[in-house]
């Protein structure tokens, strides 16, 4: 994002969406959108208590959209991005929202000098972002009050080779994991699927019509490197189809 006279410029990526600036007429990025959009409803309806945190808030959209549905909880949206928590407090305000700029492998909240505990802790897609997602799960859930419950979600098929961004694939099973060592277990699930966009998939433009524009050639330049890597890739294809799946859980003990 660019920064000029103090108003934020958001340009759309496979790391961010921002709802406000997206083109009504691109089709991909609506659906992607709607994608997003589902998931923190889904969340919404299963929240416990009334102090709630939504780590890798992004541009604040989601945490904005259970605060408005929530009145009587206290929600807290935390980024790494300074850029996108501008953003989020210039287009998503609310009475029980604010947000701050963290990090979720090592955030802690203080009010009043003391430390702060949460009954909900929420991180969508964010796992699959960082270098050692156990570390970053065993550490947010110390974050929990006691019956405190943990919604988040991950890409259960292969996104490593297409997003830049993306440093972990993960299945059904090795998501579990992550929670399960701190002797959390799912209950309610969500699962979705998006088909996949092919096009533009090989463009070299460098304007992007469509967030998927390009993903193709990262798929190349990956296989190439990690040419064992296909193995998972062919699998999934093969059993789930030419798609995406996402899977949203809440873990509790």
């Given at each position: 994002m660019d920064l000029q006279q103090d108003k934020i410029i958001a340009k759309h990526s496979l790391?961010?969406?921002?709802?406000?600036?997206?083109?009504?007429?691109?089709k991909s990025d609506n659906e992607v959108l709607t994608i997003h959009l589902a998931r923190y409803q889904f969340a919404s309806q299963q929240?416990?208590?009334?102090?709630?945190?939504?780590?890798?808030c992004g541009c604040g959209y989601g945490t904005a959209l259970m605060a408005e549905a929530h009145p009587d909880k206290q929600f807290i949206g935390v980024d790494l991005d300074p850029c996108?928590?501008?953003?989020?407090?210039?287009?998503?305000?609310?009475?029980?929202l604010r947000y701050e700029c963290g990090n979720g492998m090592d955030f802690t909240c203080e009010l009043k000098g003391e430390a702060h505990s949460f009954d909900t802790i929420i991180s969508l897609e964010t796992i699959e972002h960082v270098a050692e997602p156990k570390k970053m799960v065993t550490h947010l859930l110390t974050q929990l009050r006691e019956k405190g419950v943990m919604i988040a979600s991950v890409p259960t098929t292969p996104t490593?080779?297409?997003?830049?961004?993306?440093?972990?694939?993960?299945t059904v099973s090795s998501f579990y994991r992550l929670f399960s060592a701190a002797n959390y277990r799912p209950a309610e699930t969500f699962e979705q699927i998006q088909y996949w966009e092919f096009t533009g998939l090989f463009s070299k433009k460098e304007s992007k019509e469509n967030r998927s524009q390009g993903v193709g050639r990262n798929i190349i330049n990956h296989y190439l490197k990690k040419p064992s890597a296909l193995f998972f890739r062919v699998y999934s294809i093969v059993t789930k189809g030419l798609n995406n799946r996402y899977l949203t859980a809440v873990f509790s003990q």
């Open positions: 790391e961010r969406i921002y709802p406000k600036q997206l083109n009504q007429d691109e929240l416990m208590g009334t102090q709630i945190l939504d780590i890798a996108a928590v501008k953003y989020a407090r210039d287009h998503y305000q609310g009475n029980n490593v080779d297409g997003n830049p961004h993306h440093l972990h694939d993960f």
